[in-house]
């Protein structure tokens, strides 16, 4: 009785170097008859690597971690919430301190110069199809603060820049982000935004973090929900007061050199 051939993996292949995603498209050539694959796209970034992926699903993607515009660790993050997300596999070259911390989050990753029998390994881990780091264990990898958040809409993630957002609101079980344009529904915490981006974004209240280069003044204010009245945050192009916290205060007025 003949063994059917197993089925080929869709692949996306990222990396800014040009000589890299040729050598990986190569060397699955070359382990095809064990682990046969279709490549559905190379991308020289993580962006560009998000947009494929919306138009060409993929089983698995292999990512550079350093990259310009999008490194691969963020790219990792916000493939975590596509509806089907696919496995992905790094391709690093650091130092073995780093590679330990990989290790530690449960990722795999191949080391440069890629060899074809760790790969076809890393591509028989992936077809296992076991369950993706979390989020959290991806943020330690990083090795710059991500750019974008990650913002599911209509069954499709859209990339929210961290610079366009004016101020952060926790409601209920999700966080609205507020940009000049719209609002955005995250589904992330502030507690993790705020010690992701300590630099970029300002405790008010416990239910708001509003962007440091976003504060225009702040004025006198009465009493407002959730804020304990005293003080109120103005904004650049909204006409919004955002409330602070007596807690906060001093906090707030320290920072903003008040």
């Not at 990512?63 to 490194?71: E, K, S």
């Not at 990083?142 to 101020?167: D, I, Q, T």
């Not at 609205?176 to 974004?201: C, G, K, M």
Request: hydrophobic share 45%.
């Amino acid at each position: 009785m003949d063994i059917p051939a197993p089925a080929a993996r869709r692949v996306l292949v990222v990396d800014d170097e040009a000589p890299a995603r040729s050598r990986l498209r190569d060397l699955l050539g070359d382990i095809a008859a064990h682990h046969p694959t279709e490549i559905v796209g190379m991308a020289a970034n993580g962006v560009e690597a998000l947009r494929l992926l919306a138009a060409e699903p993929a089983d698995i993607v292999l990512a550079d971690i350093r990259m310009p515009v999008m490194d691969g660790v963020e790219l990792a993050r916000h493939v975590g919430k596509l509806p089907s997300p696919p496995a992905v596999i790094f391709v690093t070259a650091y130092d073995q301190y780093a590679v330990e911390a990989f290790e530690l989050a449960a990722v795999d990753y191949l080391l440069k110069p890629v060899r074809a029998e760790r790969l076809a390994a890393a591509l028989a881990k992936a077809e296992a199809r076991l369950p993706p780091p979390d989020d959290a264990a991806l943020a330690g990898l990083a090795p710059v603060p991500r750019r974008h958040f990650s913002v599911s809409e209509r069954g499709r993630v859209l990339l929210l820049p961290v610079s366009e957002v004016c101020y952060l609101r926790a409601e209920l079980k999700y966080v609205t982000a507020r940009t000049l344009e719209r609002e955005y529904v995250l589904d992330e915490s502030l507690v993790q935004i705020e010690e992701e981006f300590p630099r970029r974004f300002l405790r008010l209240h416990r239910n708001c973090l509003v962007a440091r280069d976003a504060v225009q003044g702040v004025e006198r204010a009465g009493e407002q929900e959730g804020g304990d009245g005293h003080w109120a945050v103005l904004l650049r192009g909204l006409a919004e007061r955002l409330p602070v916290s007596r807690r906060q205060w001093p906090v707030v007025r320290q920072m903003l050199g008040l």
